[in-house]
């Protein structure tokens, strides 16, 4: 028995990083997954792993008529939607606030506040008892570090709006919760870093790590399974760190 079975998922940023892992995981542990990425070749290479269970959309999570196009494609494909992994994500590259750019700033809120916003809006439409909404969030949400101040800003708004929803869903039976994790090597390493993804620069984001290493794409997705199944049934408007106690 799959811990996900008889669930169908929506997961965005599925073409990379975090939303590929997790659109692997969901799909090992019995979920059909709407594989959702603004990139053809990403998406179709999630959807290569396991296709029996998982389904490519391409749509864009700031155009709200794309995320009704989602929904439909959940339902369409898969008659019905339990799960929302609100995953895709964007920043600038690493450096001083002031070197920041209007389009930057504003891309960086469209994508990671605005996607946030129509996701849930339009999910929770159609969400039953049961349902559990998921974003993915950051540890720069609480712990934000000079070179990514707005980044972290439009997290912070990720992780507040994360419980402002769990207490409004409660009542329906629907779960909301964030996940925060640690700088991973994933295709957003070098601009949260400002440093090329090389072996030698991970080792220098280790110091602070109690646990001594940097992220990897199976910590966020094993922690997206525990959150997305029954075993957290009680749990809701948590921000989850997934950071080797980085923010203690
Ligand atoms: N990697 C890290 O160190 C780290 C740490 C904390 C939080 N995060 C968060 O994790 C999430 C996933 O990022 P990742 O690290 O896997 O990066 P990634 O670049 O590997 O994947 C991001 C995916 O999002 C897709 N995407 C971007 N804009 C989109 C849009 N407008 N509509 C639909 N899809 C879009 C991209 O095509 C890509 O497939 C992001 O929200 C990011 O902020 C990452």
């Given amino acids: 028995m799959g811990r996900l079975d008889g ?6 940023g599925a073409g990379s990083g975090f939303g590929a892992g997790i659109s692997q995981a969901f799909a090992a542990e ?19 792993a396991n296709p029996s269970a998982m389904t490519f959309h391409k749509m864009d999570v700031t155009n709200s008529a794309d995320w009704k196009a989602t929904v439909d494609a959940a339902t369409h494909h898969y008659g019905r939607c339990d799960i929302l992994v609100n995953n895709a994500g964007t920043s600038y590259k690493n450096k001083p606030t002031i070197d920041v750019t209007e389009d930057e700033f504003q891309k960086t809120f469209d994508v990671n506040v605005k996607g946030v916003y129509l996701g849930c809006n339009a999910v929770s ?20 570090r000079p070179g990514l101040v707005w980044y972290n800003a439009s997290k912070g708004a990720v992780s507040n709006a994360t419980k402002g929803l769990a207490a409004e869903l409660g009542p329906r039976q629907i779960r909301v919760v964030s996940i925060c994790p640690l700088v991973t090597g994933t295709g957003l ?38 959150l997305a199944s029954n075993e957290a049934k009680f749990i809701t408007g948590v921000n989850l760190e997934v950071d080797g106690g980085r923010c203690i």
């Fill in 7 to 12: 669930k169908v998922a929506i997961v965005t």
């Fill in 30 to 48: 019995g979920a059909k997954v709407i594989v959702a990425d603004i990139s053809q070749a990403g998406g179709d290479a999630t959807v290569k």
């Fill in 125 to 144: 439409a159609v969400l039953k008892e049961g349902g559990v909404i998921i974003n993915i969030s950051s540890v720069g949400a609480t712990r934000p």
């Fill in 189 to 226: 390493f070098s601009h949260f870093t400002g440093v090329e993804d090389t072996p030698e620069n991970r080792e220098k984001f280790i110091f602070n790590v109690p646990m001594g290493r940097i992220g990897e794409v199976d910590d966020v997705s094993s922690a997206a399974v525990f």
